[in-house]
């Protein structure tokens, strides 16, 4: 981001404004490897508009909503991670045997034989 060093404060929040519209499309493509990137150099930007002491708040509205926006999206696709995380433990869990129980009310364990792959259909 050298290119901005000596930009205006408007000129700033308008690379904001297109970073934060990239990290819109990696969110919402499920492009999560671009987000490491993304994140320093949104970092960088906003480190700039920190340091500049005359700006007015109404200038970042619409960057701020965006920011709003893309936080939500990432919200989101931490959950979907985490869904995905958990039904993956679940399946590795069937796998293994499936847990049950008695009528006694303690578990049991029933081992699972056969093929371990995994069928498609169409």
Request: hydrophobic letters at 35%; glycine letters at 6%; a neutral charge.
């Amino acid at each position: 981001m050298s290119a901005l060093t000596d930009q205006t404060p408007q000129a700033i929040i308008n690379a904001l404004d297109t970073l934060l519209e990239e990290e819109r499309g990696a969110l919402t493509n499920g492009e999560l490897h671009k987000l490491e990137d993304i994140l320093a150099r949104k970092e960088d930007l906003f480190d700039r508009l920190n340091n500049i002491t005359d700006l007015e708040s109404g200038a970042l509205e619409s960057v701020q909503n965006k920011v709003t926006r893309n936080q939500a999206l990432l919200g989101s696709a931490m959950q979907g991670i985490k869904a995905v995380a958990n039904r993956m433990s679940e399946l590795r869990k069937v796998r293994k045997g499936l847990e049950v129980y008695n009528q006694s009310g303690q578990r049991t364990r029933f081992a699972t034989t056969g093929s371990l792959k995994l069928e498609k259909r169409a």
